[in-house]
């Protein structure tokens, strides 16, 4: 996950940029955009990842625990973590 922050006068503006990376040949598998930092942009970036790609067989790693919502999704497809 990346924020931008960028300013327009006085306001500030921010953008979050979730992408999955694919270790084997190190390009993006998936990215998504959008103004909010939430669950939804997480699981949307995963289900693109996974329609782009699926034949694959991947192995999901976060450096959040497996509890938080992202890890439970992850379970609930039977993915290895």
């Known amino acids: 996950m990346t924020e ?3 300013y ?3 306001q500030k503006h921010k953008i979050h940029l ?3 990376l694919d270790l084997y040949d190190r390009r993006i598998a998936a990215f998504v ?3 909010r930092n939430d669950n939804p ?3 949307d ?3 693109a ?3 782009a790609n ?4 991947p192995l999901f790693h976060s450096d959040r625990d497996s509890n938080t919502p992202i890890g439970y999704s992850i379970r609930n497809r039977s993915m290895p973590e």
């Not at 699926?54 to 067989?57: N, R």
């Open 4 to 6: 931008f922050k960028w």
């Open 8 to 10: 327009e006068g006085t």
């Open 18 to 20: 979730s992408a999955i």
């Open 33 to 35: 955009i959008r103004d």
């Open 41 to 43: 942009l997480v699981f």
């Open 45 to 47: 970036t995963f289900d």
């Open 49 to 51: 990842a996974i329609a």
């Open 54 to 57: 699926p034949d694959a067989h």
